[in-house]
Each structure stands twice: as structure tokens, then as C-alpha cells.
């Protein structure tokens, strides 16, 4: 079984930054493809930024220059740095292994709430 352990959210001025960190346990890391989602209340849960298996990284536009992914396979962790924060960064974040094309492989954990305040 997998494990999903979120954490590092908290709630920050516009401008702040926060490291989120999410430790996985049960598989073997180092294989899977990894991402950070983010949701917000009565949207649904989106791709902010994913970290292949080999460490190539991909950011969805809005955050583009100011998160990164990062990686520590012998640690079984994924890390977000979060620079610039503004309000609509605000919202849970999730990690969680992207399926090709949609989808997730792991059922989804509690996420932790990152909030930006203007």
C-alpha cells in the first residue's frame, strides 16, 4: 500500500514562500513520475507541477518562475518551493503519481493548505 504524507502549507503574506514537502512510502520511488495539485473550493483539483522519473520538470504557466519541483529518491520524497507567492496560489496542495494522458495512480491523501494572503 502507498503512502502519501503532505506537508509545509501554512499561511503566508502575498509576496512569501513556503517549501512543501510530501514523503512517499510503499513503492518503489524512484520508478514514478511524481506532481504537486492544487485545489480550491468548487474547482477542480489541478496539475501545478510534475517531475518525471529521470528529473525533468514541467509547470503549469501561472507559476512558471516561481515554484519548483524538486526531487530526493533516496529520501522517497517531492518538494515544492513556492517563491513569489500571490492570493490565487492559495488552495490544498496534493502529491500524488501522474497517470500518461489523465489520472492518478494513488488515491488522494489530505493535502496541506497553503494560503496567500494580499
Known amino acids: 500500500q502507498v503512502y502519501l504524507v503532505e506537508s509545509g502549507g501554512g499561511s503566508v503574506p502575498s509576496g512569501g514562500s513556503l517549501r512543501l514537502r510530501c514523503v512517499v512510502s510503499g513503492i518503489n520511488f524512484r520508478l514514478f513520475p511524481m506532481a504537486w495539485y492544487r485545489q480550491v473550493p468548487g474547482e477542480e483539483r489541478k496539475l501545478v507541477a510534475h517531475?518525471?522519473?529521470?528529473?525533468?520538470?514541467n509547470y503549469t504557466d501561472s507559476v512558471k518562475g516561481r515554484f519548483v519541483i524538486s526531487r530526493d529518491n533516496a529520501r522517497t520524497t517531492v518538494a515544492l518551493q513556492m517563491n513569489s507567492l500571490k492570493s490565487e496560489d492559495t488552495g490544498v496542495y496534493y502529491c500524488n503519481s501522474p497517470l500518461r494522458g489523465s489520472g492518478t495512480r494513488w488515491p488522494w491523501r489530505r493535502g496541506t493548505q497553503v494560503t496567500v494572503s494580499s
Open positions: 517531475i518525471t522519473d529521470t528529473g525533468s520538470t
